[in-house]
Structure formats: structure tokens, C-alpha cells
């Protein structure tokens, strides 16, 4: 969504474009997903290692 919008004031000749922002909210965009994907890893194995021990009891 962002490189369309840094596209659009490239061509229409509004706002400011920079190089940079494409690349840069491309860098966050992986980063905030990669820290999204590491904390639902960390969640399901917390609940399977709970239900596990509560199958146990």
C-alpha cells in the first residue's frame, strides 16, 4: 500500500517522494511481521506445552 502511494506522489508531483521511503517502509513492514510470526510461535507452543501438562495431571 505504501509503494503505491509513494508512486502516485512521484507521478502527480505532490507530497514528497524519496527514494528511501519505499525501501524503508519495506524494512518495517518485514520487521513488524517477523515479529508478529515469533510471537504466535511463541504463543502455540505455550498453549500445546500447557495442554500437555494439564493432560498429564
Known amino acids: 500500500m505504501s509503494f503505491i502511494y509513494e508512486m502516485a506522489q512521484l507521478f502527480f508531483k505532490f507530497g514528497s517522494f524519496d ?3 519505499p525501501i524503508l517502509n ?3 513492514g ?3 511481521y517477523l515479529l508478529i510470526m515469533i510471537g504466535l510461535l511463541l504463543f502455540k507452543r505455550n498453549i500445546i506445552k500447557n495442554h500437555i501438562l494439564n493432560l498429564k495431571k
Open 30 to 32: 518485514t520487521i513488524g
Open 26 to 28: 519495506t524494512f518495517g
Open 19 to 21: 527514494t528511501n521511503d
